[in-house]
Protein backbone atom coordinates (compact mmCIF):
# COMPACT_ATOMS: atom_id res chain seq x y z
CA UNK A 1 0.00 0.00 0.00
CA UNK A 2 0.81 3.49 -0.63
CA UNK A 3 2.68 5.15 2.09
CA UNK A 4 1.61 8.74 0.77
CA UNK A 5 -2.14 7.13 1.23
CA UNK A 6 -1.44 6.00 4.56
CA UNK A 7 0.00 9.13 5.85
CA UNK A 8 -3.03 11.08 4.74
CA UNK A 9 -5.73 8.75 6.46
CA UNK A 10 -4.12 9.18 9.69
CA UNK A 11 -3.94 13.05 8.83
CA UNK A 12 -7.26 13.00 8.10
CA UNK A 13 -8.50 10.35 11.51
CA UNK A 14 -6.51 13.29 13.77
CA UNK A 15 -8.45 16.12 12.21
CA UNK A 16 -11.55 14.04 12.49
CA UNK A 17 -11.08 13.14 16.16
CA UNK A 18 -10.23 16.34 16.88
CA UNK A 19 -13.69 18.25 15.66
CA UNK A 20 -15.28 15.45 17.70
CA UNK A 21 -13.64 16.52 21.04
CA UNK A 22 -14.13 20.12 20.28
CA UNK A 23 -18.04 19.04 19.35
CA UNK A 24 -18.57 17.25 22.78
CA UNK A 25 -19.47 20.37 24.24
CA UNK A 26 -21.45 21.95 21.79
CA UNK A 27 -25.12 21.17 20.79
CA UNK A 28 -24.61 17.67 18.72
CA UNK A 29 -28.07 18.02 17.14
CA UNK A 30 -29.16 14.19 17.55
CA UNK A 31 -31.76 12.56 15.54
CA UNK A 32 -33.08 9.03 15.87
CA UNK A 33 -32.87 7.14 12.72
CA UNK A 34 -34.59 3.93 12.91
CA UNK A 35 -35.21 3.71 17.34
CA UNK A 36 -34.04 5.63 20.27
CA UNK A 37 -30.95 3.76 20.59
CA UNK A 38 -29.80 4.27 16.85
CA UNK A 39 -28.41 7.89 16.63
CA UNK A 40 -27.03 10.39 14.56
CA UNK A 41 -25.49 13.56 15.31
CA UNK A 42 -24.50 16.50 12.98
CA UNK A 43 -21.00 15.43 13.91
CA UNK A 44 -21.94 12.03 12.33
CA UNK A 45 -22.58 13.96 9.31
CA UNK A 46 -19.79 16.67 8.79
CA UNK A 47 -17.02 14.11 9.37
CA UNK A 48 -18.18 11.55 7.22
CA UNK A 49 -18.57 14.72 4.63
CA UNK A 50 -15.13 15.84 5.34
CA UNK A 51 -13.20 12.26 5.06
CA UNK A 52 -15.43 11.83 1.81
CA UNK A 53 -14.29 15.12 0.38
CA UNK A 54 -10.63 14.37 0.80
CA UNK A 55 -11.02 11.08 -0.61
CA UNK A 56 -12.55 12.46 -3.35
CA UNK A 57 -10.42 14.83 -3.76
CA UNK A 58 -7.07 13.03 -3.46
CA UNK A 59 -8.46 9.57 -5.38
CA UNK A 60 -11.33 10.23 -7.68
CA UNK A 61 -10.85 6.83 -9.04
CA UNK A 62 -11.86 5.42 -5.47
CA UNK A 63 -15.22 4.90 -4.24
CA UNK A 64 -16.49 5.96 -1.19
CA UNK A 65 -19.46 3.89 1.16
CA UNK A 66 -20.37 5.75 3.74
CA UNK A 67 -22.76 5.07 6.87
CA UNK A 68 -23.89 8.16 6.75
CA UNK A 69 -24.68 8.00 2.89
CA UNK A 70 -22.36 10.96 1.94
CA UNK A 71 -19.97 8.74 -0.27
CA UNK A 72 -21.62 6.52 -3.56
CA UNK A 73 -24.25 4.32 -4.28
CA UNK A 74 -22.45 1.09 -4.15
CA UNK A 75 -23.70 -2.02 -5.72
CA UNK A 76 -20.40 -4.25 -6.77
CA UNK A 77 -16.74 -4.40 -5.10
CA UNK A 78 -15.23 -3.72 -8.20
CA UNK A 79 -12.04 -1.40 -7.44
CA UNK A 80 -10.93 0.59 -4.60
CA UNK A 81 -13.33 0.98 -2.33
CA UNK A 82 -13.15 3.47 1.39
CA UNK A 83 -15.42 2.06 3.85
CA UNK A 84 -16.12 4.43 6.26
CA UNK A 85 -18.18 5.09 9.55
CA UNK A 86 -17.28 8.38 10.78
CA UNK A 87 -18.51 8.03 14.66
CA UNK A 88 -18.86 4.08 15.51
CA UNK A 89 -20.84 3.80 18.71
CA UNK A 90 -23.09 7.37 18.00
CA UNK A 91 -24.52 5.98 21.34
CA UNK A 92 -22.19 6.16 23.14
CA UNK A 93 -20.59 9.35 21.67
CA UNK A 94 -24.04 10.92 23.14
CA UNK A 95 -24.30 9.54 26.48
CA UNK A 96 -21.12 8.68 27.70
CA UNK A 97 -18.31 10.87 25.72
CA UNK A 98 -16.47 8.36 25.37
CA UNK A 99 -16.21 5.23 24.27
CA UNK A 100 -16.20 5.38 20.27
CA UNK A 101 -14.20 5.40 17.36
CA UNK A 102 -13.70 6.48 13.77
CA UNK A 103 -13.24 3.50 11.21
CA UNK A 104 -12.25 3.12 7.84
CA UNK A 105 -11.48 0.37 6.09
CA UNK A 106 -9.61 0.18 2.47
CA UNK A 107 -10.63 -2.81 -0.06
CA UNK A 108 -9.64 -3.65 -3.71
CA UNK A 109 -11.88 -5.71 -6.00
CA UNK A 110 -13.67 -6.68 -2.14
CA UNK A 111 -10.06 -7.66 -0.68
CA UNK A 112 -8.95 -6.07 2.48
CA UNK A 113 -5.97 -3.94 1.97
CA UNK A 114 -6.04 -1.72 5.33
CA UNK A 115 -8.37 -0.77 8.09
CA UNK A 116 -7.68 1.84 10.81
CA UNK A 117 -9.63 1.94 14.55
CA UNK A 118 -9.21 5.72 15.87
CA UNK A 119 -10.25 5.79 19.44
CA UNK A 120 -10.79 9.10 19.99
CA UNK A 121 -10.64 9.68 23.36
CA UNK A 122 -7.49 7.66 23.80
CA UNK A 123 -6.28 8.74 20.92
CA UNK A 124 -5.05 5.47 20.60
CA UNK A 125 -4.78 4.79 16.37
CA UNK A 126 -5.21 1.27 15.50
CA UNK A 127 -4.43 -0.23 11.78
CA UNK A 128 -3.33 -2.85 9.83
CA UNK A 129 -1.88 -2.98 6.30
CA UNK A 130 -2.47 -6.44 5.01
CA UNK A 131 0.47 -8.53 4.61
CA UNK A 132 2.76 -5.39 6.55
CA UNK A 133 1.44 -6.74 9.85
CA UNK A 134 -1.06 -4.52 12.46
CA UNK A 135 0.03 -1.12 14.44
CA UNK A 136 -0.85 0.70 17.70
CA UNK A 137 0.21 4.08 17.14
CA UNK A 138 2.85 3.12 15.03
CA UNK A 139 4.37 0.71 17.12
CA UNK A 140 3.90 -3.00 16.19
CA UNK A 141 0.85 -4.49 17.90
CA UNK A 142 1.03 -7.76 20.12
CA UNK A 143 -2.20 -9.15 20.74
CA UNK A 144 -1.92 -10.82 24.40
CA UNK A 145 -2.24 -14.54 24.22
CA UNK A 146 -5.09 -16.33 23.59
CA UNK A 147 -5.27 -20.29 24.10
CA UNK A 148 -9.03 -21.11 24.35
CA UNK A 149 -11.88 -19.94 25.05
CA UNK A 150 -12.16 -21.56 28.13
CA UNK A 151 -9.48 -18.84 29.08
CA UNK A 152 -10.49 -16.12 27.84
CA UNK A 153 -13.28 -13.39 27.82
CA UNK A 154 -15.30 -12.88 25.13
CA UNK A 155 -17.50 -9.69 23.40
CA UNK A 156 -20.82 -9.53 22.46
CA UNK A 157 -24.33 -7.53 23.49
CA UNK A 158 -26.60 -8.04 26.35
CA UNK A 159 -29.61 -8.73 23.74
CA UNK A 160 -27.92 -11.51 21.78
CA UNK A 161 -27.45 -13.02 24.91
CA UNK A 162 -30.97 -12.53 26.63
CA UNK A 163 -31.99 -13.88 23.10
CA UNK A 164 -29.52 -16.84 23.45
CA UNK A 165 -29.03 -16.02 19.92
CA UNK A 166 -26.15 -17.84 17.91
CA UNK A 167 -26.23 -20.58 20.91
CA UNK A 168 -24.52 -17.74 22.36
CA UNK A 169 -25.41 -18.36 25.71
CA UNK A 170 -23.22 -21.94 25.45
CA UNK A 171 -20.67 -19.42 24.46
CA UNK A 172 -20.72 -17.27 27.46
CA UNK A 173 -20.63 -20.60 29.35
CA UNK A 174 -17.54 -22.19 28.06
CA UNK A 175 -15.35 -19.24 28.12
CA UNK A 176 -14.52 -16.60 31.57
CA UNK A 177 -17.16 -14.13 30.66
CA UNK A 178 -18.77 -11.61 28.95
CA UNK A 179 -17.66 -7.97 28.45
CA UNK A 180 -20.16 -5.07 26.25
CA UNK A 181 -18.85 -1.70 25.49
CA UNK A 182 -21.58 -0.95 23.12
CA UNK A 183 -19.74 -0.12 19.93
CA UNK A 184 -18.03 -2.23 17.20
CA UNK A 185 -14.99 -0.45 17.32
CA UNK A 186 -14.23 -1.25 20.86
CA UNK A 187 -15.15 -4.65 20.73
CA UNK A 188 -12.98 -5.28 17.42
CA UNK A 189 -10.27 -3.74 19.51
CA UNK A 190 -10.70 -5.92 22.25
CA UNK A 191 -10.18 -8.89 19.83
CA UNK A 192 -7.49 -7.12 18.35
CA UNK A 193 -5.42 -6.34 21.32
CA UNK A 194 -5.62 -10.02 22.93
CA UNK A 195 -8.24 -9.17 25.57
CA UNK A 196 -11.29 -11.07 23.78
CA UNK A 197 -10.99 -14.37 21.61
CA UNK A 198 -14.34 -13.83 20.32
CA UNK A 199 -16.47 -10.70 18.92
CA UNK A 200 -20.05 -11.74 18.11
CA UNK A 201 -22.34 -9.79 16.47
CA UNK A 202 -25.89 -10.54 15.43
CA UNK A 203 -26.25 -7.21 12.72
CA UNK A 204 -23.61 -4.94 11.52
CA UNK A 205 -23.31 -3.06 8.37
CA UNK A 206 -20.26 -3.23 5.87
CA UNK A 207 -18.63 -0.06 8.03
CA UNK A 208 -19.34 -1.38 11.36
CA UNK A 209 -16.71 -4.48 10.41
CA UNK A 210 -14.63 -3.55 7.27
CA UNK A 211 -12.20 -1.81 9.09
CA UNK A 212 -11.61 -4.36 11.88
CA UNK A 213 -11.71 -7.08 9.63
CA UNK A 214 -8.76 -6.04 7.78
CA UNK A 215 -6.38 -5.47 10.66
CA UNK A 216 -7.49 -8.99 11.80
CA UNK A 217 -6.40 -10.32 8.64
CA UNK A 218 -3.24 -8.25 9.18
CA UNK A 219 -2.66 -10.05 12.56
CA UNK A 220 -3.83 -13.79 10.98
CA UNK A 221 -6.66 -13.81 13.05
CA UNK A 222 -10.56 -15.08 11.77
CA UNK A 223 -13.89 -14.00 11.00
CA UNK A 224 -16.94 -15.41 9.01
CA UNK A 225 -20.39 -15.21 9.77
CA UNK A 226 -21.68 -17.20 12.26
CA UNK A 227 -22.53 -20.51 10.04
CA UNK A 228 -18.96 -20.17 8.66
CA UNK A 229 -20.00 -18.37 5.36
CA UNK A 230 -17.88 -15.44 4.24
CA UNK A 231 -18.96 -11.95 5.34
CA UNK A 232 -20.88 -9.60 2.23
CA UNK A 233 -18.97 -6.51 2.06
CA UNK A 234 -22.46 -4.99 0.39
CA UNK A 235 -25.14 -5.81 2.83
CA UNK A 236 -25.80 -6.07 6.77
CA UNK A 237 -24.06 -9.48 8.07
CA UNK A 238 -24.09 -11.73 11.69
CA UNK A 239 -20.49 -12.16 12.46
CA UNK A 240 -17.86 -13.88 14.44
CA UNK A 241 -14.24 -11.89 14.63
CA UNK A 242 -11.82 -14.28 16.66
CA UNK A 243 -8.34 -15.32 17.67
CA UNK A 244 -7.42 -17.87 15.43
CA UNK A 245 -6.75 -19.89 18.23
CA UNK A 246 -10.62 -20.30 18.91
CA UNK A 247 -12.18 -20.14 15.86
CA UNK A 248 -13.09 -23.66 15.17
CA UNK A 249 -14.21 -23.86 18.56
CA UNK A 250 -16.50 -21.11 18.16
CA UNK A 251 -17.80 -21.97 15.29
CA UNK A 252 -18.42 -25.91 16.81
CA UNK A 253 -20.38 -24.30 19.38
CA UNK A 254 -22.40 -21.80 17.61
CA UNK A 255 -23.82 -24.90 15.33
CA UNK A 256 -24.46 -27.23 17.82
CA UNK A 257 -27.17 -29.03 16.84
CA UNK B 1 -12.03 14.92 57.06
CA UNK B 2 -8.00 15.61 57.66
CA UNK B 3 -6.56 16.88 54.68
CA UNK B 4 -3.13 14.80 55.89
CA UNK B 5 -4.88 11.63 55.80
CA UNK B 6 -6.32 12.53 52.32
CA UNK B 7 -2.56 13.29 50.63
CA UNK B 8 -1.42 9.90 52.14
CA UNK B 9 -3.85 7.77 50.21
CA UNK B 10 -3.62 9.36 46.95
CA UNK B 11 0.30 9.11 47.48
CA UNK B 12 -0.31 5.07 48.48
CA UNK B 13 -2.75 4.55 45.21
CA UNK B 14 0.01 6.02 43.45
CA UNK B 15 2.27 3.99 44.71
CA UNK B 16 0.61 0.63 44.50
CA UNK B 17 -1.11 1.92 41.20
CA UNK B 18 2.52 1.77 39.81
CA UNK B 19 3.78 -1.68 41.06
CA UNK B 20 0.69 -2.81 39.46
CA UNK B 21 2.07 -1.26 35.62
CA UNK B 22 5.34 -2.87 36.67
CA UNK B 23 4.14 -5.87 37.23
CA UNK B 24 2.45 -6.47 34.04
CA UNK B 25 4.95 -7.95 32.44
CA UNK B 26 6.21 -10.20 34.79
CA UNK B 27 4.94 -13.66 36.03
CA UNK B 28 1.55 -13.00 38.34
CA UNK B 29 1.70 -16.18 40.38
CA UNK B 30 -1.69 -16.27 39.11
CA UNK B 31 -4.63 -18.55 41.58
CA UNK B 32 -8.01 -19.91 41.63
CA UNK B 33 -10.13 -18.96 43.98
CA UNK B 34 -13.51 -20.04 44.35
CA UNK B 35 -13.54 -20.68 40.23
CA UNK B 36 -12.10 -20.27 37.06
CA UNK B 37 -13.06 -16.26 37.13
CA UNK B 38 -12.54 -15.77 40.15
CA UNK B 39 -8.75 -14.83 40.36
CA UNK B 40 -6.25 -13.67 42.76
CA UNK B 41 -2.16 -13.02 41.77
CA UNK B 42 0.81 -12.06 43.92
CA UNK B 43 0.11 -8.54 43.37
CA UNK B 44 -3.58 -8.96 44.85
CA UNK B 45 -2.22 -9.54 48.06
CA UNK B 46 1.26 -7.44 47.80
CA UNK B 47 -0.73 -4.32 47.37
CA UNK B 48 -2.98 -5.48 50.33
CA UNK B 49 -0.31 -5.65 52.23
CA UNK B 50 1.31 -2.35 51.41
CA UNK B 51 -2.05 -0.35 51.98
CA UNK B 52 -2.46 -2.04 55.42
CA UNK B 53 0.81 -1.69 56.51
CA UNK B 54 0.70 2.21 55.67
CA UNK B 55 -2.67 2.40 57.49
CA UNK B 56 -1.77 0.64 60.33
CA UNK B 57 1.31 2.06 61.12
CA UNK B 58 -0.39 6.00 60.54
CA UNK B 59 -3.27 5.06 62.24
CA UNK B 60 -3.29 2.36 64.47
CA UNK B 61 -6.52 2.57 65.83
CA UNK B 62 -8.48 2.56 62.32
CA UNK B 63 -9.40 -1.00 61.49
CA UNK B 64 -8.73 -2.54 57.62
CA UNK B 65 -11.18 -4.83 56.16
CA UNK B 66 -9.17 -6.03 52.72
CA UNK B 67 -10.39 -8.55 50.29
CA UNK B 68 -7.43 -10.96 50.65
CA UNK B 69 -7.29 -10.72 54.57
CA UNK B 70 -4.55 -8.85 54.93
CA UNK B 71 -6.19 -6.80 57.34
CA UNK B 72 -8.35 -7.06 60.43
CA UNK B 73 -11.28 -9.64 61.19
CA UNK B 74 -14.07 -7.61 61.42
CA UNK B 75 -17.70 -8.04 62.98
CA UNK B 76 -18.77 -4.59 64.07
CA UNK B 77 -18.39 -1.18 62.21
CA UNK B 78 -17.92 0.63 65.14
CA UNK B 79 -14.83 3.17 64.84
CA UNK B 80 -12.79 4.09 61.93
CA UNK B 81 -12.89 1.35 58.92
CA UNK B 82 -10.57 1.25 55.74
CA UNK B 83 -12.62 -0.89 53.72
CA UNK B 84 -9.65 -2.11 50.80
CA UNK B 85 -10.03 -3.53 47.32
CA UNK B 86 -6.16 -4.11 46.04
CA UNK B 87 -7.37 -4.96 42.65
CA UNK B 88 -10.33 -4.90 41.75
CA UNK B 89 -11.38 -6.29 38.50
CA UNK B 90 -8.37 -9.23 38.57
CA UNK B 91 -9.92 -11.15 35.86
CA UNK B 92 -9.12 -8.17 33.61
CA UNK B 93 -6.40 -7.28 35.12
CA UNK B 94 -4.71 -10.97 33.98
CA UNK B 95 -6.30 -11.35 31.01
CA UNK B 96 -6.50 -7.66 29.36
CA UNK B 97 -4.32 -5.91 31.43
CA UNK B 98 -6.48 -3.06 31.66
CA UNK B 99 -10.12 -2.24 33.10
CA UNK B 100 -9.22 -2.99 36.90
CA UNK B 101 -8.97 -0.42 39.68
CA UNK B 102 -7.67 -0.67 43.40
CA UNK B 103 -10.73 0.96 45.91
CA UNK B 104 -10.81 2.38 49.30
CA UNK B 105 -13.41 3.27 50.89
CA UNK B 106 -13.44 4.72 54.21
CA UNK B 107 -16.00 4.77 57.33
CA UNK B 108 -16.88 5.81 60.53
CA UNK B 109 -19.30 3.78 62.60
CA UNK B 110 -20.71 2.58 59.65
CA UNK B 111 -21.27 5.60 57.47
CA UNK B 112 -19.10 6.69 54.14
CA UNK B 113 -16.51 9.38 54.92
CA UNK B 114 -14.27 9.53 51.70
CA UNK B 115 -13.70 6.92 48.37
CA UNK B 116 -11.50 6.46 46.24
CA UNK B 117 -11.26 4.28 42.90
CA UNK B 118 -7.95 4.88 40.96
CA UNK B 119 -8.28 3.79 37.51
CA UNK B 120 -4.58 2.79 37.04
CA UNK B 121 -3.85 1.98 33.73
CA UNK B 122 -5.88 5.65 33.11
CA UNK B 123 -3.86 7.12 35.83
CA UNK B 124 -7.61 8.26 36.74
CA UNK B 125 -8.50 9.15 40.20
CA UNK B 126 -12.16 9.25 41.36
CA UNK B 127 -12.96 10.55 45.16
CA UNK B 128 -15.43 11.84 47.29
CA UNK B 129 -15.77 13.31 50.59
CA UNK B 130 -18.56 13.23 52.22
CA UNK B 131 -19.98 16.96 52.01
CA UNK B 132 -17.14 18.36 50.60
CA UNK B 133 -18.25 16.45 46.76
CA UNK B 134 -16.88 14.40 44.63
CA UNK B 135 -13.65 14.88 42.33
CA UNK B 136 -11.80 13.21 39.36
CA UNK B 137 -8.25 14.49 39.54
CA UNK B 138 -8.70 16.80 41.36
CA UNK B 139 -10.92 18.93 39.61
CA UNK B 140 -14.76 18.81 40.19
CA UNK B 141 -16.41 15.83 38.91
CA UNK B 142 -19.22 16.87 36.43
CA UNK B 143 -21.19 14.13 36.03
CA UNK B 144 -23.10 14.09 32.51
CA UNK B 145 -26.79 14.92 33.13
CA UNK B 146 -29.45 11.91 33.42
CA UNK B 147 -33.05 12.63 33.28
CA UNK B 148 -34.67 9.12 32.81
CA UNK B 149 -34.09 5.42 32.32
CA UNK B 150 -35.65 5.83 28.96
CA UNK B 151 -32.79 8.22 28.00
CA UNK B 152 -29.79 6.35 29.51
CA UNK B 153 -27.57 3.12 29.39
CA UNK B 154 -26.90 1.13 32.50
CA UNK B 155 -24.43 -1.37 33.37
CA UNK B 156 -24.41 -4.61 34.58
CA UNK B 157 -23.21 -8.30 34.13
CA UNK B 158 -24.18 -10.74 31.54
CA UNK B 159 -25.41 -13.96 34.04
CA UNK B 160 -27.53 -11.30 35.47
CA UNK B 161 -29.40 -10.39 32.45
CA UNK B 162 -29.25 -14.03 31.21
CA UNK B 163 -30.86 -15.23 34.50
CA UNK B 164 -33.15 -12.43 34.36
CA UNK B 165 -31.69 -11.53 37.56
CA UNK B 166 -34.06 -8.76 39.40
CA UNK B 167 -36.01 -8.02 36.28
CA UNK B 168 -33.06 -7.19 34.72
CA UNK B 169 -34.29 -7.84 31.02
CA UNK B 170 -37.38 -5.31 32.14
CA UNK B 171 -34.53 -2.93 32.98
CA UNK B 172 -32.60 -3.56 29.92
CA UNK B 173 -36.30 -2.60 27.69
CA UNK B 174 -36.61 0.40 30.02
CA UNK B 175 -33.38 1.57 29.01
CA UNK B 176 -31.27 2.38 25.93
CA UNK B 177 -29.13 -0.68 26.19
CA UNK B 178 -26.43 -2.31 28.61
CA UNK B 179 -22.91 -2.07 28.93
CA UNK B 180 -20.56 -4.51 30.88
CA UNK B 181 -16.73 -4.06 32.04
CA UNK B 182 -16.22 -6.64 34.13
CA UNK B 183 -15.21 -5.14 37.43
CA UNK B 184 -17.41 -2.89 40.22
CA UNK B 185 -14.48 0.06 39.81
CA UNK B 186 -15.29 0.64 36.09
CA UNK B 187 -19.28 -0.08 36.55
CA UNK B 188 -19.63 2.61 39.58
CA UNK B 189 -17.33 5.36 37.22
CA UNK B 190 -19.78 4.87 34.64
CA UNK B 191 -22.87 5.73 36.87
CA UNK B 192 -20.34 8.64 38.77
CA UNK B 193 -19.60 10.09 35.29
CA UNK B 194 -23.09 10.24 34.10
CA UNK B 195 -22.38 7.56 31.88
CA UNK B 196 -24.71 5.01 32.84
CA UNK B 197 -28.29 5.67 34.82
CA UNK B 198 -27.57 2.18 37.04
CA UNK B 199 -25.39 -0.27 38.09
CA UNK B 200 -27.09 -4.02 38.90
CA UNK B 201 -24.71 -6.11 41.06
CA UNK B 202 -26.04 -9.53 41.92
CA UNK B 203 -23.56 -10.40 44.49
CA UNK B 204 -20.47 -7.63 46.04
CA UNK B 205 -18.65 -8.00 49.04
CA UNK B 206 -18.33 -4.89 50.78
CA UNK B 207 -14.56 -3.95 49.19
CA UNK B 208 -16.82 -4.00 46.12
CA UNK B 209 -19.09 -1.44 46.80
CA UNK B 210 -17.53 0.99 49.91
CA UNK B 211 -15.52 3.31 47.83
CA UNK B 212 -18.24 3.59 45.44
CA UNK B 213 -20.80 4.77 47.77
CA UNK B 214 -18.75 6.94 49.49
CA UNK B 215 -18.52 8.50 46.14
CA UNK B 216 -21.97 8.11 45.29
CA UNK B 217 -22.69 9.71 48.63
CA UNK B 218 -21.09 12.40 47.63
CA UNK B 219 -22.58 13.30 44.52
CA UNK B 220 -26.38 13.16 46.22
CA UNK B 221 -26.79 9.48 44.42
CA UNK B 222 -28.74 6.64 45.32
CA UNK B 223 -27.77 2.73 46.32
CA UNK B 224 -29.50 0.32 48.15
CA UNK B 225 -29.92 -3.61 48.10
CA UNK B 226 -32.26 -3.81 44.94
CA UNK B 227 -35.61 -3.76 47.28
CA UNK B 228 -34.87 -1.05 48.79
CA UNK B 229 -32.80 -2.24 52.04
CA UNK B 230 -29.81 -0.32 52.92
CA UNK B 231 -26.63 -2.42 52.26
CA UNK B 232 -24.58 -3.84 54.69
CA UNK B 233 -20.93 -3.07 54.97
CA UNK B 234 -19.61 -6.86 56.51
CA UNK B 235 -21.39 -9.20 54.28
CA UNK B 236 -21.86 -10.04 50.66
CA UNK B 237 -25.13 -7.48 49.11
CA UNK B 238 -26.77 -7.23 45.69
CA UNK B 239 -27.09 -3.54 45.14
CA UNK B 240 -28.28 -0.64 42.97
CA UNK B 241 -26.03 1.98 42.21
CA UNK B 242 -28.20 5.21 40.69
CA UNK B 243 -28.41 8.47 39.58
CA UNK B 244 -31.14 9.99 41.86
CA UNK B 245 -33.09 10.89 38.58
CA UNK B 246 -33.77 7.03 38.15
CA UNK B 247 -33.75 5.53 41.76
CA UNK B 248 -37.61 5.43 42.02
CA UNK B 249 -38.01 3.99 38.70
CA UNK B 250 -35.56 1.36 39.45
CA UNK B 251 -36.81 0.29 42.57
CA UNK B 252 -40.11 0.34 40.59
CA UNK B 253 -39.27 -2.05 37.55
CA UNK B 254 -37.46 -4.94 39.98
CA UNK B 255 -39.49 -5.41 42.36
CA UNK B 256 -43.26 -5.30 40.19
CA UNK B 257 -45.29 -8.12 41.07
Keep these: MDFQLHQRVISWLKTAGDSLIASLNTNLMVEEKTNASDLVTRMDKEVEAYLTQ ?22 DTRGVIWIIDPIDGTLNFVKQGRFFGIMIGIYADGQPLAGYIYD ?12 Q ?35 SQALLGASLGSRSYGCA ?14 YLASRLMPWDFAAGVAILESLGFKYSQPDGKALNLLTANPG ?6 VYEEVLQIINLK
Excluded: W
Excluded at 142 to 147: A, R
Excluded at 185 to 198: D, F, H, N, T
Design 185 to 198: AYEMISVIRGESAL
Design 120 to 131: VMQTDLYYGIVG
Design 54 to 75: QINTHYPDHRVLGEEGKGHSIE
Design 133 to 167: GAYLNDRPLQPLKINSLAESLMVTNAHILVGNQFN
Design 240 to 245: IFCNAA
